[in-house]
């Protein structure tokens, strides 16, 4: 049987787990019968911690904000959780407070987690340029209030202002999807070129954001397109290279072997160059089966690459 401490221990991590909890649940979750769930309640109030109970058959328990701040408890796999994020934190220039944070926690956990801990080591790429922690602050709490901003943007530093709908986290990097007041359009803004002016500003409605969301927009611009989250063309091709050696690099490409060392794809790309470039990648012959304009791109290609090899004033 389980010591009142430890059960306290467990009992505390679950309530911190989500908002509400069932006084029935609760014990079916710990193993305990529903007396023993409120006995440890009222033990978690005396040392601090404000548990709300709602009324019914079984009751049902909080854990709400306090005056102070009791002491936090997470269970393994959270603190592992918290540990890889800490150290996987990128494109937010706060490296040095995540290591001091994962260092405070380091010097309160138990030997056998702290071991799981060290064991966690790992190397990031982080983009050359962060955000600052102010601005990622300051713009994503003016999405959720809704207010305007006055920003410096880009190597310019010209003045916007914008009504940030949305902040979007992308291989590294954190972009606002906001409303150019000025341009009267879309815009999405990298957050490490964005300089504050002026924060809290009037009130704004919600616009209706392309495609739906914030992110499909993101990734939809990031193609190339501005109504759907696809290429602008994709390319139908066969390459006299394994599967094996195409998935690697394949991204969003549709991959199909054809068992005699060649491989279908299907890839989309900003254009039909584009897509071409893709397949020399490999530095083995392909053939081309669609669309036409692919392969009258593919013509146009061959043109320039044999001039191009032909020299200099040779044509």
Do not use: C
């Amino acid at each position: 049987m389980t010591s009142p401490s430890h059960r306290m221990l467990n009992l505390l991590s679950v309530l911190q787990s989500r908002r509400d909890w069932g006084g029935q649940e609760l014990a079916d979750r710990l193993g305990v019968t529903v007396r023993t769930v409120r006995r440890d309640v009222d033990r978690l109030r005396e040392l601090g911690y404000a548990i709300t109970a709602a009324k019914g058959p079984y009751g049902g328990y909080r854990l709400a904000p306090g005056e102070e701040l009791p002491p936090l408890l997470f269970d393994d796999e959270q603190a592992v959780a918290i540990a890889v994020a800490l150290q996987s934190a990128s494109g937010v220039d706060i490296a040095d407070a995540a290591a001091r944070a994962l260092g405070t926690m380091r010097q309160v956990m138990p030997s056998h987690l702290r071991h799981r801990i060290d064991a966690i080591r790992f190397e990031t790429e982080a983009p050359a340029d962060q955000a600052a922690p102010d601005v990622l602050e300051a713009v994503s709490a003016a999405a959720r209030r809704r207010r305007t901003l006055r920003v410096d943007y880009g190597a310019d530093g010209r003045g916007r202002r914008i009504e940030p709908h949305a902040v979007v986290a992308r291989d590294g990097r954190w972009y606002a999807v906001a409303w150019d007041l000025d341009a009267e359009d879309w815009r999405i803004l990298r957050l490490d070129r964005v300089r504050l002016r002026q924060g809290g500003g009037v009130p704004f409605e919600l616009r209706e954001i392309p495609n739906g969301d914030a992110r499909t927009y993101l990734a939809a611009r990031f193609k190339g397109a501005s109504d759907t989250d696809r290429w602008p063309v994709t390319a139908d091709l066969i390459l006299s290279v394994p599967a094996r050696r195409v998935v690697p690099f394949a991204g969003d490409a549709e991959i199909e072997d054809l068992g005699d060392g060649r491989t279908r794809v299907q890839v989309g790309s900003w254009s039909w160059a584009g897509a071409l470039a893709w397949a020399l990648r490999f530095d083995a012959s392909f053939e081309v089966v669609g669309p036409p304009e692919l392969a009258d791109a593919a013509a146009a290609l061959a043109v320039r690459l044999t001039d191009s090899a032909a020299g200099p004033g040779i044509r």
